[in-house]
T-cell receptor, first 120, second 115 residues
Framework: GAVVSQHPSRVICKSGTSVKIECRSL??????MFWYRQFPKKSLMLMAT?????????EQGVEKDKFLINHASLTLSTLTVTSAHPEDSSFYIC????????????????FGPGTRLTVT | AQSVTQLDSQVPVFEEAPVELRCNYS??????LFWYVQYPNQGLQLLLK??????LVKGINGFEAEFNKSQTSFHLRKPSVHISDTAEYFC?????????????FGKGTKLSVKP
C-alpha cells in the first residue's frame, strides 16, 4: 500500500521546451504532495508543497513561473518545467501524504521513484 | 527551525560487519523521525520511523534505530550488513503539532558494503 508513481522515469528534452512530470498516488488520496529536486550526490531540496485544489507553496529561491505545479485531484500532481535549460537537468522526486486511513496525522511521506530530466 | 546532521558522508564496511549511521537533529518542538534508503536512480524508501512510544524502532531489511531525546540523536544500526545494503541513507525530521509539515533531510550517508 501507499504507492506513488511518477511518469516519465526519464526524459530528455531540448533547451527552451517544456516538460511535464506526473505524480500519482495509486492507492490512497494524497491531500498534500511535495516536489523535491536532487542534485548529484546531494540531499533532497524541497521545491514546493501543494494541497489539492489550492495553489502550491514554493520554497525560497524556487521560481514559481518556471516550475508550475498543479494538484488538480487527490491522486495527481504535475510539475511542468517551462522553457527548460541545461541547468534544470536534475532528478525530480515527488512525495505524497495524508488521507489514508491509519496514516492521518503521522506526517509520513511516500515517495515516487523519481524522474531524471536531461536538458540538452 | 529544524535541522538534521548526518555526521558521516560515507561509511565503508565489510559484508557481515555491523554498521551504525549517525543522525543528530535540532528542533525546538517535538518531532517525528525517519530513515529513508535510496538506491541508485530510484526514489526514497522508508526504512523506519519514530512517532512515539518505544525509543527502539525496528524497520525493514533488519535495520533498527534508537531515539535518544537527551542527545537529540536517531542513529541507524544493523548488526550484519549485506552487499545489497549498499545505498544512500537519509535521516529526516518532521515536527508535529502543526499542519502536515515538510520533511527536513540530512545530507545523506553513503553506505558501501564490500565483500
Amino acid at each position: 500500500g501507499a504507492v506513488v508513481s511518477q511518469h516519465p522515469s526519464r526524459v530528455i528534452c531540448k533547451s527552451g521546451t517544456s516538460v511535464k512530470i506526473e505524480c500519482r498516488s495509486l492507492d490512497f488520496q494524497a491531500t498534500t504532495m511535495f516536489w523535491y529536486r536532487q542534485f548529484p550526490k546531494k540531499s533532497l531540496m524541497l521545491m514546493a508543497t501543494s494541497n489539492e485544489g489550492s495553489k502550491a507553496t514554493y520554497e525560497q529561491g524556487v521560481e514559481k513561473d518556471k516550475f508550475l505545479i498543479n494538484h488538480a485531484s487527490l491522486t495527481l500532481s504535475t510539475l511542468t518545467v517551462t522553457s527548460a535549460h541545461p541547468e534544470d537537468s536534475s532528478f525530480y522526486i515527488c512525495s505524497a501524504s495524508g488521507g489514508r486511513p491509519g496514516l492521518a496525522g503521522t506526517y509520513e511521506q511516500y515517495f515516487g521513484p523519481g524522474t531524471r530530466l536531461t536538458v540538452t | 527551525a529544524q535541522s538534521v546532521t548526518q555526521l558521516d558522508s560515507q561509511v565503508p564496511v565489510f559484508e557481515e560487519a555491523p554498521v551504525e549511521l549517525r543522525c543528530n537533529y535540532s528542533s525546538s518542538v517535538s518531532v517525528y523521525l525517519f530513515w529513508y534508503v535510496q538506491y541508485p536512480n530510484q526514489g526514497l524508501q522508508l526504512l523506519l520511523k519514530y512517532l512515539s512510544g518505544s525509543t527502539l524502532v525496528k524497520g525493514i531489511n533488519g535495520f533498527e534505530a534508537e531515539f535518544n531525546k537527551s542527545q537529540t540523536s536517531f542513529h541507524l544500526r544493523k548488526p550484519s550488513v549485506h552487499i545489497s545494503d549498499t545505498a544512500e541513507y537519509f535521516c529526516a525530521v518532521n515536527s508535529y503539532g502543526g499542519s502536515q509539515g515538510n520533511l527536513i533531510f540530512g545530507k545523506g550517508t553513503k553506505l558501501s558494503v564490500k565483500p
